[in-house]
């Protein structure tokens, strides 16, 4: 299974097509909020691929969670959330403390902008950066890949546009 996780788009998915096109089979997709009112145009650009959305701090319509649960093929689950009510500014120990409390073995954030992958104490945590407005030291867009083949760890990856 190949999962893309994106975030803090802000309503701008104009990088979404060249994301599509560079992964190719994509069984679904995640976004970590922050959307701003694009959650219907999400859905219909990506056609049959799978779509979880969660609400961000800029998130208003009330459309999408705060937090969901992903159940992921071979017993892997995801713990996914925005990030501003686990103070990921300042760290990620409340949101690794969640996922854990969850029984998760992967946490999914946006909020900073800036892309990060770790793993600690068993849980992959990853936050995708932003496709449209990146605040990492190079401003490039950013978006995370996670590929489930087996039982085994899943691999997380950062890629860039």
């Known amino acids: 299974m190949k999962i893309v996780v994106i975030s803090d788009t802000h309503g701008n998915l104009s990088r979404l097509d060249e994301v599509l096109k560079k ?6 997709i995640l976004h970590c909020g922050d959307i701003c009112g694009d959650e219907e145009t999400l859905r219909r650009r990506t056609g049959v691929i799978a779509v979880q959305i969660v609400a961000g701090n800029m998130d208003f319509n009330g459309y999408s969670p705060a937090y969901r649960l992903v159940d992921l093929p071979f017993k892997h689950l995801a713990f996914m959330t925005h990030g501003h009510r686990y103070g990921v500014n300042y760290g990620t120990e409340m949101l690794e403390d969640e996922a854990e409390s969850v029984a998760a073995d992967i946490a999914l954030y946006g909020h900073t ?17 932003s496709l449209a407005y990146p605040r990492q030291r190079d401003r490039r867009s950013s978006y995370g890949v996670i590929e489930i083949k087996d039982e085994s760890a899943p691999k997380l990856k950062i890629m860039y546009i």
């Open 23 to 28: 992964e190719g089979n994509v069984d679904m």
């Open 113 to 129: 902008h800036v892309p990060d992958i770790h793993e600690k104490n068993g849980i992959w945590v990853m936050n995708p950066g």
